[in-house]
């Protein structure tokens, strides 16, 4: 049960730093400027898209206000 529950946490990670690829790749920013925006490194962001992190909601925030996003722009369709 673990197990099941772990993947979709995992499924959901990948889902969730897609979408924040896709909104960053639309406002035309790089990985870096968006980092650079919200005070963080380059390396955060590429392993937030790839998924390999699990955001807090402060986190979130300053992604959101990087890309001139609502939070709920973020998680549309999930």
Not at 11 to 31: A, W
């Amino acid at each position: 049960m673990s197990f099941i529950v772990d993947m979709e946490k995992d499924d959901l990670l990948i889902r969730l730093g897609l979408r924040i690829r896709e909104l960053r790749k639309v406002k035309n920013i790089t990985q870096e400027q968006l980092a650079h925006a919200i005070g963080k490194d380059q390396q955060s962001i590429q392993r937030l898209e790839a998924g390999k992190i699990n955001p807090s909601f402060f986190y979130l925030q300053e992604i959101a206000k990087g890309l001139g996003v609502s939070i709920h722009q973020i998680m549309e369709n999930f």
